[in-house]
C-alpha cells in the first residue's frame, strides 16, 4: 500500500499492523487521522528484518528506492556510503559507492531494477563490461576526486558489483559481481569469500597511502 501512495487510512491497514507501525516509528498521523509512511526504505529494512523475503519486498520499491535501499543496507554493514556518485569530466555515475576503511576496501556498485525478462545474460554482460570500464575510468581520475572525498586515499582496493532483483542471472561476468538482492546481505558479509570464489576482479587504487 505504501508503495503505492503516501498514506494510507487506518481501516485500511487493520488495527494490529497499524500499532505495529506506529510503534516503530515508520509512520505519523496525517489531517485526517490517515497514517503515511516516514520512509518507505525504512519499512522495507524493518519488513527484511523481520523475515520478509527481500526480493519480493524490494519489487514494491521504485527504482530509487532500490538504490536507497542498497546503500541503506552497507550503511548498517558499516561502510560509508555515497549515493549518486559522479565523476570525471563526462559526469560518470556509480549508483553507489561504499568504502570500508577498516578492511581499507571500496565497492562501486549499479543497481538493476529490472524484471526477469529483462535480466538477461547477454544484456547482464554489456553492462557488466561497461561498469568494470566505468570503475577503470574512476580510478584514473582518482586525484581529482581527492579534494571533495580524501577519504579515497585510505582505500586499497576496489570491486565493481551489480545488484539486481532478479536471481536468473549471479556469479561473476567480466569480472563484476552480478548478485541479486537476495543474496546481497550475505555477499557484504562475507565479501573476502565470494571475491575469490567467484574471481571478482580487485583493482588497486593507484591514490592509496598507506598510513
Known sequence: MFSEKPCVKLGEL?????????????????????????????????????????????????WRDFE?????????????????????????????????????????????????KYSSSGKMRDVALVHLEKLKKFLDWCNYELLDHPLLRKIKKFYGLIVTISESVRGSIQGVAVVPIYYFRDFIENLGYYVEE??????????????
Open 68 to 116: 536507497a535501499f542498497v546503500a541503506e543496507a552497507l550503511l548498517e554493514s558499516g561502510y560509508e556510503v555515497f549515493k549518486n556518485f559522479r565523476f570525471g569530466v563526462k559526469k560518470w555515475e556509480f549508483d553507489v559507492l561504499a568504502v570500508n576503511t577498516t578492511f581499507s576496501l571500496g565497492i562501486a556498485i549499479d543497481c538493476k531494477h529490472w524484471s526477469p
Open 198 to 211: 567467484l574471481k571478482v576482479v580487485t583493482l588497486k587504487n593507484p591514490c592509496y597511502i598507506q598510513e
Open 14 to 62: 487493520g488495527s494490529d499492523v497499524a500499532e505495529e507501525l506506529i510503534n516503530l516509528e515508520l509512520v505519523y498521523r496525517g489531517i485526517s487521522g490517515e497514517l503515511c509512511i516516514r520512509s518507505v526504505v525504512q519499512l522495507a529494512m524493518v519488513s527484511i528484518k523481520q523475515g520478509c523475503d527481500p526480493t519480493k519486498v524490494s519489487t514494491y520499491l521504485n
